[in-house]
Nanobody, 124 residues
Framework: VHFAESGGGLVQPGGSLRLSCAASGDTANIFVMAWYRQAPGERRVLVATITARDDIHYSESLKGRFTLSRDNGKNTTVYLQMANLQPEDTAVYYC??????????????????WGQGTQVTVSS
């Protein structure tokens, strides 16, 4: 699985950015697409996830400012719209995917894949 991430850059506080991520390759078993971020000196943390059933989950601290969506025609292309960006949002944003299968017996996760990341810098 390979990722094409784009949309990062430098933005002033209060500004907006839209990140894009398109997964390609053997994507047939992907169940979850996700965005994570990693600020300098910190661990990688969840931003948002979307499942193949369109269930979306956000980090509580980002809910309301960040919106995750999927391309209607391409299940493995996702977007992260970020509004009212603040300096603390500065980080490398990573697109990821998890293979998995949801059954009546539960969810069975598989391999995880990560993109290279795209830098988002919020500064005046």
């Amino acid at each position: 699985v390979h990722f094409a991430e784009s949309g990062g850059g430098l933005v002033q506080p209060g500004g907006s950015l839209r990140l894009s991520c398109a997964a390609s390759g053997d994507t047939a078993n992907i169940f979850v697409m996700a965005w994570y971020r990693q600020a300098p000196g910190e661990r990688r943390v969840l931003v948002a996830t979307i499942t193949a059933r369109d269930d979306i989950h956000y980090s509580e601290s980002l809910k309301g400012r960040f919106t995750l969506s999927r391309d209607n025609g391409k299940n493995t292309t996702v977007y992260l719209q970020m509004a009212n960006l603040q300096p603390e949002d500065t980080a490398v944003y990573y697109c990821g995917a998890q293979e998995g299968k949801a059954t009546d017996a539960g969810y069975f996760p598989g391999n995880e894949y990560w993109g290279q990341g795209t830098q988002v810098t919020v500064s005046s």
